[in-house]
């Protein structure tokens, strides 16, 4: 009997050790995520967005391509095919305070301030482009702000600047099966995780695609950048600079046929 008991107790501190082990590493696993990052992402939120009057409506670049901002967010078509939604109902972009340390794919940021309230004052009208002058802004102050949206090729480039800022984050509209393209992200599906894109990539070389059929480039190139789409309805695109770009391909792919 007593070797019998014996076995049992080792049997039953085995079994905890390994029940305490596992209980360990899932702790581990959702500590970062609980604390709002992964692979050195921080998690930034959209605010609040403030449309005035006069910055509001449909601004065509030419060749079929159109850029419309209204108080849910701005949204770029050819047409009747959508090419890019901002999150809807929230400020397309966030300025932060702060520094990216590390390169390539291993950088971890350190936010001391995010600016997410975005209010658009005005739009200048050009030929091809469309210029947005407004701030963001949190509790404590604002920074100006300019975006531009113009037609350069065989892309739309949406670039933006921010006086006094050391990043800015871009926040999309998330669409289904947004894909990493290789060289700057793994060609797999970027739900749920964040990444930095490569070092040497490309500034606005594609770095993902969604179900649009559109690819999405990320500039600059001498920068930290990275894509977060760990947030249920939006993608979350951080570049460590105060003035940053995407370029989206201004042809959206036609869907693939079925297999047969």
């Known amino acids: ?15 905890v050790a390994s029940l305490t082990a596992l209980a ?25 967005l403030r449309v005035a009057p006069d910055a509001k409506g449909v601004a065509t670049l030419g060749g079929g391509v159109s850029v419309s901002l209204y108080a849910d967010g701005l949204r770029i078509q050819r047409g009747e095919s959508l090419l890019l ?20 794919e291993d950088v971890d940021e350190q936010v001391t301030r995010q600016l997410s309230n975005l209010s658009i004052d005005e739009l200048v009208f050009l030929p091809g482009r469309a210029t947005y002058f407004g701030s963001v ?28 800022a050391d990043g800015i984050v871009w926040h999309l509209d998330h669409r289904p099966l947004t894909t990493g393209l290789r060289p700057a992200l793994p060609n797999r599906n ?32 001498r920068v ?23 370029t989206v391909s201004s042809f959206a792919r036609p869907p693939t ?4």
């Open 224 to 246: 930290a950048r990275g894509v977060d789409v760990r947030s249920d309805g939006r993608t979350d695109i951080h570049i460590w600079s105060d003035a940053g770009f995407l």
């Open 137 to 164: 802004s949190d509790g404590n102050g604002s920074m100006p702000l300019v975006i531009r949206v113009e037609l350069a090729g065989s892309v739309i480039r949406i670039g933006a600047s921010v006086n006094g």
């Open 24 to 48: 360990l590493l899932g702790l581990w696993t959702q500590l970062p995520g609980w604390l709002g990052r992964d692979a050195g992402f921080v998690d930034v939120s959209p605010g609040l």
């Open 85 to 104: 939604q901002t999150v809807i109902g929230g400020s397309m972009l966030s300025a932060l305070e702060g520094r990216a340390k590390g390169t390539g």
């Open 190 to 221: 970027l739900r749920g995780s964040a990444t930095w894109i490569a070092r040497g990539t490309v500034e606005g070389q594609a770095a993902f695609a969604t179900n649009l059929g559109t690819d999405i480039g990320v500039g600059p190139g």
């Open 257 to 260: 046929a079925p297999s047969t």
């Open 1 to 15: 009997m007593r070797w019998s008991e014996r076995n049992i107790s080792r049997s039953m501190v085995a079994l």
